[in-house]
């Protein structure tokens, strides 16, 4: 990866998630790992899993305590209490069709008291706990303020790894005007003191750098580790599910949450004769998933399955007939994203159904690694996986072929890598 003798260093990476399952963080601490460096991933504490973990992979996982109101002194603890109260309680359903303004208002406020509180709890616990570090490494918008304190508190240039375009994302995109402006105007703070600003493709690094203000961000793409083809068809979800040999699996791998295209996969499920529907991962929505799945008609043929180790995920995506990433064109976030199932798809040799969106759908197109869809219409995602799963078993793994040829010669984490370990050296001074 680089052509000078590696010179051992300290790096911290700092993660707003308890460091279970988020392969970017894998990839990124093995890899230094390897390389001889001391690596420390500072996590968050939930309940079952250690304070302190020896990760296989050679690193540490530090997980600290986030408590929102955790240091703060009682009477503070019980006004934010009541703040809190004040706003879910205004921002709860009164039977109209939307919020109304002054709702929104609330929950915009109680959603960012909620990130600076628990924001807060990470940095003190962080800034006691972590080690040393010559470099850090931080994870999203939550893992920002927290890797600024360490580079603050050791003198340590501080990378932004900023994975989306967070103001049009997920909880904070459904936020009022005004509070989305505040968390805008933060997070550009936050990005013009990092000393590099990272992100996952060319759309959002062209996107960040005209809303922060900052030369075009470093572009790391998600890939997987590369990996050789051979070693056959795994079969994981018929030996765990016990399903029928001539059962094919249609795979969604990854968050449960709204906006992911998981509705819209279970929509389309009747219309798949002889194929079953796997939802491999964690997040918000598994119980009503899990509920879904015991309904009549979508019973034995909708499964809900854990999110596997970021070591194992590849061998299980590698089980399935077709891969379906059918994300929703809800948020800007969403219309650029180049998500990881995506190069995980590819580094598995499966067909790939994806949204045609302006991210993914060029490298769909590129590679040839499977078809294009208008995701918000279930007949045309049926149709898609039908077109996939009937071809002659032959024609199929061709098309799987091209994504897994794809990842070897470009699309992998090796290249990525080396990208990120020439820039930790033009940090530090010194190569990694």
Not at 73 to 95: D, E, F, M, N, Y
Not at 210 to 221: A, I, K, S, T
Request: aromatic content about 4%; hydrophobic content about 45%.
């Amino acid at each position: 990866m680089t052509d000078l003798p590696v010179v051992p260093q300290r790096c911290v990476l700092v993660l707003p998630s308890t460091a279970e399952f988020d392969s970017r963080t894998y990839r990124i601490a093995s890899t230094l790992s390897r390389r001889g460096h001391d690596v420390t991933v500072v996590a968050r504490l939930a309940p079952g899993l250690p304070a302190s973990e020896d990760h296989p992979a050679g690193y540490r996982i530090l997980r600290v305590p986030v408590s929102a109101t955790a240091g703060l002194p009682r009477p503070l603890r019980r006004l934010v209490g009541a703040v809190r109260r004040h706003a879910r309680a205004a921002s709860s359903p009164t039977g109209q069709v939307g919020p109304a303004p002054a709702t929104r208002s609330a929950g915009g406020i109680d959603r960012l008291l909620a990130i600076a509180l628990t924001v807060r709890a990470q940095r003190q616990a962080t800034h006691r706990t972590a080690p040393p570090a010559d470099l850090v490494h931080a994870m999203a918008y939550m893992g920002i303020p927290i890797g600024l304190d360490l580079g603050r508190r050791d003198a340590a240039p501080v990378i932004y790894d900023a994975r989306d375009i967070y103001v049009d994302a997920a909880h904070l995109a459904r936020l009022p005007q005004p509070a989305r402006r505040l968390f805008a105007r933060i997070e550009g703070g936050w990005a013009r003191r990092a000393s590099r600003v990272m992100t996952v493709n060319v759309p959002y690094a062209e996107v960040m750098a005209e809303r922060f203000g900052v030369p075009l961000p470093l572009v790391v793409m998600n890939c997987a580790y590369r990996r050789e083809p051979g070693g056959g068809h795994p079969r994981r979800f018929h030996e765990r599910l016990g399903l029928d040999p001539e059962t094919r699996v249609v795979l969604y791998q990854g968050g449960f949450s709204r906006d992911r295209g998981i509705e819209q996969l279970i929509a389309a499920l009747p219309k798949l004769p002889d194929a079953a529907l796997v939802l491999l991962g964690y997040g918000p929505l598994r119980a009503e998933l899990e509920a879904r799945a015991a309904e009549p008609g979508l019973a034995g043929r909708l499964h809900v399955l854990p999110a596997v180790p970021p070591t194992e995920l590849i061998e299980w995506v590698a089980s399935a007939d077709v891969v379906a990433m059918p994300i929703q064109p809800t948020t800007l976030n969403h219309r650029l994203t180049t998500p990881n199932k995506l190069f995980e798809a590819m580094a598995a040799g499966v067909p790939v159904i994806a949204s045609d969106l302006p991210g993914m759908a060029g490298i769909v197109r590129e590679t040839g690694c499977g078809v294009l869809v208008d995701p918000t219409d279930p007949e045309a995602i049926a149709r898609a996986a039908r077109d996939l799963l009937d071809l002659p078993a032959a024609s199929r793994e061709a098309i799987g072929r091209r994504g897994l040829e794809a990842h070897l010669a470009t699309y992998n984490w090796e290249a990525q890598a080396a990208l990120l370990l020439a820039e930790y050296g033009r940090l530090t001074g010194r190569p990694w």
